[in-house]
Each structure stands twice: as C-alpha cells, then as structure tokens.
C-alpha cells in the first residue's frame, strides 16, 4: 500500500553501502535486506554516540580537501564504506515518489574505522560508575559512607522522572536486592570503596527490615515491603504489585536473593550465605511440585509453583485465584540470572573452611537445582506450533493461554534470556564434565555432557529464529515487546499492542547475542548484538538526568507518560542495567576483544566476617581455557608468585595466611585476567 501524501519520522540502521557526494546522498543496507538511500542536506547533524555522561566524543577529522560545500565535507568527515549507522529523518511518500531526508546521523566509532564505542575497555565501566553514582545521589544524597540506617531512612522504590522519591514510601524487598546486585557488580568493575560501602549496608537493612525466619531457624522468607505511615512502619508481606497481589510469589523471592547473592560473590560474607542458603530452603520445601510435595497433596510433577498463599503457605487454594497450582517462567527460569550463577560460582570449587560437610551438601543442592532448572526449560517450554516458548503452565505443564493480559502471547526479552542463560549454563555444564570424568563418574559425565548441547541447541534456535522473523527489529536493531504467538494478521510478527521496545528485553538481546557469539564465532551473532548494543547506548541513555528510559518507540523516541517515566519502580531498580553494564563488559572483553585489549581485571573485599578461608573468583560461567588467572594483588601488593593458581583453569584464591587491614578488617584484592 502507498501513500498518497505521508510523512513521518523515521529511524533506519544498516550498513554503509555507497556514498555519493554529487546527489548528496548515501546508502544503507538494512538486515531485513532494504537498501534505503539517504538525502543529507544543510540541517543535516553528524552525533557520535556518547555514553550516559554525555561527553562529547567526536574524534573524526576534517577532509584534507573540500571544495567549500559543508553537506559534501560532512559525507567525505563521517562516512565510509561498511560502516554500520544509525539515521533519524523524514520519510515521505506522495504520488509513487518515496523520499528520505536524513537529519540526525549517529555514528558508533569516534574515529572513522575505530572501534565502536561500545567495545572499548572503560566504556560499560564508565556507564555502571555513572548509574551508580546518581542511584546513591539521588537516594541517599550524596553520602560517601553508609550504616543500614542510612537506608532505613532514605530507601524507596517509587523515584519520579526525576529520581527524586515520590509520594509512596513503600520500600519493598526485592527491588532493594536488585540495587545491591547493581552496587556490587559496580564495585566488582571499579574497586570503588563508595559501592561496597552501600552494597553492605543496603544488605544489613535488608536482613532487618525484611527477614522472617520460620520457628526452626531452617527457612527464609522475604516480606514484600515495608511502607512508612503516620502511625510508624508497616511490614507488608503478601505482594502489592498487579498480578501477585495478596500472594507471595516466587520470582520476588528469587530477586530478594540477587543482592545476597552478588554480594556474597565479593566479600565472601557468611550470614548472606547463610541466608542464600535457608531461602533455598524455603524454595524446595513450600514451591517445589516434587515426589516429597505429593505427601502434602500436591501433584508432584516438576517444577516450582508460581504463588503461595501467605496464610496457608500453600500454592493450590482458591484464593490464589488463577495464581492457583500454576507455574511459569520465573518460577522456573529466574533461578539461573537472578542467584544460581553467582552460588555456583561462589562454592564451586568449594572454599576452603572448617566444617565443609555442610557446605559440601549446599553444593550439590545448588549443582542439581541448576540441572534441575536447565532440563525443564529445555523440556517444558519450547512449543513446535509456535517460533515462541510457553510462559506459563498448569500444574501438569499444560501451557495456560488464559492468563489475564498474557494469554498466548510472548514476551520476546523471554525467549532471548533462555537463549542467554542456556549458554551460560552449557559453558558451566562443560566443566562439570571434566570435573566427573576426573572422578570417574563416566555416565554423570555423559548425561551432563548431553544437557550442554541441548543448552546450545535450543540457545541457537532461540536466537535465530527472534531475529529471522523480525522480533529483533531487521530495520532499527533493538527488540520488541509483546507479541502474539500465534500471528492470525497474515505477517510474519503481530504485535499485541505496540510496536515499543522495553530497556530489560534489550539487555537480554545483548548478552544472548554477545554469548552465543563467543560460544559459536557466528558472525551472525556478533553483528546481531552490535545492533542491539548500538540501540540501548544511543536511545535508552538518559544523558540529562544520567539514567535509563524504560521505554521508547520502535524507532528510538523515549516514551515517558505516567509509569514509564519513572526512574524507579517495581520493575526498575538499578538492577537490569548494571546486570548490562557488567556482563556486556566481560563478554566483550573475552569473546569480541579476545587477544587484543582483551585482559580486564575484577575487585574483590573480603570481610572480617568471612567464614572461610579461600575466594572463587571466576568472572562468570565461562568456556574451558577461555580466561586464565594473570596477576594478583592484596591491597595494592603484587602477590602473584604466592597465590596465582598453577592451573589456568583454577580461579580459587587462599586468603587465610593473608593480613586484614588494621582499619576495617577486611582483605582487598585485585584479580588481573588474561583472555585466550
């Protein structure tokens, strides 16, 4: 269908094809395979990408020669041949004549050939250093040292456009949680005493403000929040947020251990493990749909129940509503991002201490809850009728496409965290296999090994088919939203509502596409995640207040009408984009710089109240031989000969013959990485 008289802006991303300085104009190849000519013109601005500073960083220099015409030394200064662009213009169609005027071109590189920025060694670095600096500004303003009273007082999770508190002073648990994963990822990229501080004390208000322990000491569960009123504090347990409200679901459990988790992972602190550990506890005796659930009448089919009733503790009573006896993707799948990972990581190897029977036991719970997880996404969630997963189920594993907004639907961020975390696991999975073929535990070795390629399968397929039928926009990079899983509009993808796209889904398209290329070395992959990079760094940063939008248009344009312009908030929390910063700036060095600027180094503090005597400190599940311990330093001490590993592909550090600092006790060391 043509347009007789239209215009619209209209953002484009592609390739560089050819440049034609005497029609003024260039050329761009589109993944989706449209090749889109673009008029350039007197108003027409060059931007080099900036981070969310907003420092300038246009490094390109002026033609040698030009013959006096701005609109042709601008094409000579910024464009060549291959290099992938970004334009925002005027698309106009009348009477069979079609016309696009390019009026804001990005550019990725600062120099013309250079490395996009988004590749170079301090760039996430200095993206996660801002993010935190304005999350501690805006909600503790500006302290530099941190006690849980400091918290106490200045929490809140409901931050205005401006990040300023709103009119709500719920504090709720799991959004706490997400902060600390967010502060302690800082301090593991940066050393910066500032993020520690408050990851620590943020994890000490946690524990007291939102801790139940049961009548025996062996579980945990985690109160939804708590809300300031005239009267004093009010603890909230059941959930207050839409779909969960008066339940206690399990994905806010699972988040009120993300913090823990990524804390535990630099500081080695014994009480968050221990609470790690009595959550756990919670999660296999009250959500788990086992052989033991069936003596308390439960169908004992697999799986974790998405909802407990806060009365009976149970996940199959009518006031659950259709929250009754289901199961879904976080349920199931949140496991592995949210804590799994960072657990493995952390008793994997085990550390060195007194009493490692328990830890021992700890572990193998935590190894079989990952395989666990693993075989029922695998097993359960993909659908042969639909290029989607299932989200949710009944309790036999029926898919559920009645549930409220969803109904058979997809969230594509979904599709591409399996397809990120799958790979994440195969890497771990690799290693478990050598582990037990060290042992001579030769039919565990096979089974594992059979689990890793199935991980890749399904990661690969998920991966392609998100990009082949357009659910990562071919036109613009970036993914979309909600969309139907079974398209009844006659186009390859139809949209459930708009054709938006959310900051968490692309944070999931990065590092799916990050890590599959460094499983793989597709280039398909690689270029897929340079898109997706490319999008979140030009449209998602708020530069002004040094923050993230939530939401744009298809096309880049920041959405911020009522919820959506919030810089906190129930699914906003200094969380997703540190998660982001962190793991994008590992992959990248491993998998994309590898053998070039590759190496990068990680922060660790252990605290006087460690209890035990060693430190895992492998970045994140990775490939065999891919990093290697290069250098160690204790307080700013080279300590390499004494405590550099033999094996390249041990990452246990011993801390017990090392001396605490005189003024707080702890340890702080350094870990240098080289990438093969």
Request: hydrophobic share 35%; glycine share 10%; net charge negative.
């Amino acid at each position: 269908m043509g347009f007789k008289n239209q215009a619209e802006t209209m953002t484009v991303a592609g390739k560089v094809t050819g440049v034609d300085q005497d029609a003024k104009s260039f050329t761009l190849q589109c993944r989706s395979g449209d090749a889109v000519t673009i008029n350039v013109g007197a108003t027409t601005y060059y931007e080099v990408m900036s981070n969310v500073d907003g420092m300038p960083r246009d490094r390109t220099e002026e033609p040698a020669q030009s013959d006096g015409d701005p609109v042709k030394a601008g094409l000579t200064r910024y464009l060549a041949e291959g290099a992938l662009v970004y334009v925002r213009g005027n698309n106009m169609e009348a009477d069979g004549k079609q016309r696009f005027d390019g009026r804001t071109v990005y550019l990725l590189q600062p120099s013309l050939g250079g490395k996009y920025g988004f590749e170079e060694t301090h760039w996430w670095i200095d993206q996660i250093s801002r993010l935190a600096d304005r999350w501690l500004d805006q909600l503790l303003s500006g302290d530099r040292e941190y006690t849980s009273e400091d918290f106490a007082r200045g929490y809140r999770t409901q931050l205005n456009a401006l990040g300023q508190a709103g009119d709500d002073t719920v504090q709720e648990c799991a959004t706490l949680s997400r902060l600390i994963y967010g502060l302690s990822s800082a301090y593991l990229m940066t050393g910066t005493d500032r993020y520690f501080d408050a990851a620590k004390a943020a994890v000490e208000f946690q524990r007291q403000a939102f801790r139940t322990l049961s009548h025996d000491g062996r579980h945990c569960f985690w109160a939804f929040g708590r809300r300031g009123t005239s009267e004093g504090e009010r603890l909230i347990v059941a959930s207050e947020f839409g779909d969960d409200y008066g339940a206690i679901p399990l994905y806010e459990q699972i988040y009120a251990l993300a913090g823990l988790a990524q804390f535990y992972r630099i500081s080695a602190d014994w009480a968050a493990l221990d609470d790690i550990r009595r959550t756990v506890r919670t999660f296999f005796d009250f959500y788990r749909d086992d052989d033991a659930a069936r003596e308390r009448g439960l169908p004992g089919l697999g799986g974790y129940f998405s909802h407990l009733d806060p009365v009976t503790r149970r996940p199959d009573v009518a006031a659950l509503g259709d929250n009754r006896s289901r199961k879904n993707w976080n349920s199931v799948g949140d496991h592995i991002p949210a804590y799994l990972v960072n657990l493995i990581l952390g008793l994997d190897p085990l550390p060195r201490r007194a009493g490692r029977d328990e830890l021992d036991a700890f572990q193998d719970e935590a190894i079989g809850l990952l395989e666990e997880t693993v075989t029922l996404i695998i097993e359960k969630f993909p659908d042969e009728g639909s290029d989607y997963v299932n989200e949710r189920f009944h309790a036999d594993w029926t898919p559920d496409h009645e549930y409220r907004w969803q109904q058979n639907r997809a969230v594509v961020g979904h599709n591409l965290k399996i397809a990120w975390n799958l790979t994440r696991c195969s890497f771990y999975l690799d290693k478990r296999e050598r582990d037990l073929l060290a042992h001579g535990d030769q039919e565990a070795a096979a089974r594992v090994k059979d689990l890793s390629g199935r991980c890749i399968e399904l990661a690969t397929r998920l991966g392609d088919r998100m990009a082949e039928i357009g659910a990562v926009d071919p036109f613009r990079g970036g993914i979309f939203d909600s969309v139907e899983r079974e398209p009844a509009n006659g186009m390859p993808i139809e949209f459930s509502w708009g054709t938006t796209k959310d900051f968490w889904q692309q944070e999931q398209a990065i590092l799916a596409y990050l890590i599959l290329y460094g499983a793989t070395k597709e280039q398909r992959y690689l270029d897929l995640a340079r898109e997706c990079a490319a999008f979140w760094n030009l449209f998602f940063l708020d530069r002004d207040h040094q923050g993230i939008f939530f939401r744009t248009t298809e096309g880049g344009q920041p959405i911020t009408q009522g919820m959506y312009g919030s810089k906190g908030g129930h699914s906003v929390s200094g969380y997703h984009a540190f998660e982001l910063n962190y793991l994008a700036h590992l992959y990248t060095r491993a998998y994309v710089d590898a053998g070039g600027t590759g190496s990068f180094s990680l922060h660790f503090k252990l605290l006087d109240s460690r209890g035990q005597e060693s430190i895992n400190v492998l970045p994140d599940f990775m490939p065999l031989n891919k990093v290697e311990i290069e250098r160690v330093f204790v307080d700013g001490v080279d300590y390499t000969d004494s405590l550099k590993p033999d094996d390249p592909n041990n990452f246990q550090i011993p801390v017990d013959d090392l001396t605490a600092s005189q003024r707080d006790g702890s340890i702080d060391l350094m870990v240098e990485f080289a990438v093969h």
